[in-house]
């Protein structure tokens, strides 16, 4: 009976050292060498750790060659039409980020009474001022895209087409005050092509 304890013993002993060996070979996947960045290294003959962009290259999704509808600029004025198809169901989405982005300063209905004024700071203008019921289309997505006074670029949080989906129910609430009976003809004007429509 004795040595039956001992062999299972020394049995169990080398599973044990098998498994810990077995183990500890794949310790270098774990622990791979790697480069900070910018650091110098003497891997490259040019003393860095990664290699200079090449010249004339853009980054896949960054090739931004539709002016107007990346900056909402033509030649360096705001455009008057938004440059993308808007929809009944593209309105309708600009809706919903603007309840998200947008109202807690400028409010639901765009009148600067967002909750965050009524906590004390700043107003923002209602998008029913003269001023910007006469502002182009391109206005509301540069203000959007870089930052206005003392409102910060969303440019980071709002995509760019959500962003003109935005500028079009902007144009939406504005007709919304006191709307004439023929709206929709204002609206199409406004933005370039009706909610059911394209605009180029």
């Known amino acids: 009976m004795f040595p ?12 044990t050292a098998a498994v810990l060996l077995s183990s500890a070979c794949r310790n270098d996947m774990h622990t791979q060498p790697r480069y900070k960045v910018y650091a110098p ?3 490259f003959s040019d003393g860095r750790s990664e290699r200079p962009q090449i010249e004339d290259t853009v980054a896949r999704g960054q090739l931004h ?7 909402g600029k033509v030649n360096g004025k705001d455009v008057e039409a938004i440059p993308i198809q808007i ?22 209905l765009g009148n ?4 965050v004024v009524a906590r004390g700071l700043r107003q923002p203008p209602s998008y029913h001022d003269e001023r910007l019921l006469n502002a ?3 206005h509301f997505f540069d203000v959007m895209s870089n930052g206005y006074g003392s409102m ?9 087409d959500d962003r003109w989906r935005i500028a079009a129910y902007i144009r ?5 005050e006191n709307a004439p009976a023929d709206v929709a003809t204002r609206f199409e004007a406004k933005t370039g092509g009706g909610p059911a429509g394209g605009s180029k």
């Not at 910060?152 to 760019?160: E, G, L, T």
């Not at 939406?172 to 919304?176: E, I, N, V, Y």
Request: with cysteine.
């Open 4 to 15: 039956n304890k001992m062999a299972r013993s020394a049995a169990f002993a080398l599973v």
């Open 136 to 138: 182009p289309i391109g």
């Open 172 to 176: 939406a609430l504005q007709l919304s």
């Open 152 to 160: 910060y670029s969303y440019a980071s949080r709002v995509a760019v």
């Open 41 to 43: 290294t003497n891997f």
């Open 65 to 71: 060659l539709d002016e107007a509808r990346y900056t």
């Open 87 to 108: 929809t009944k169901a593209d309105v309708e989405r600009g809706q919903e980020r603007f309840n998200i982005y947008c109202s807690p300063c400028h409010g639901r």
């Open 112 to 115: 600067g009474h967002g909750m």
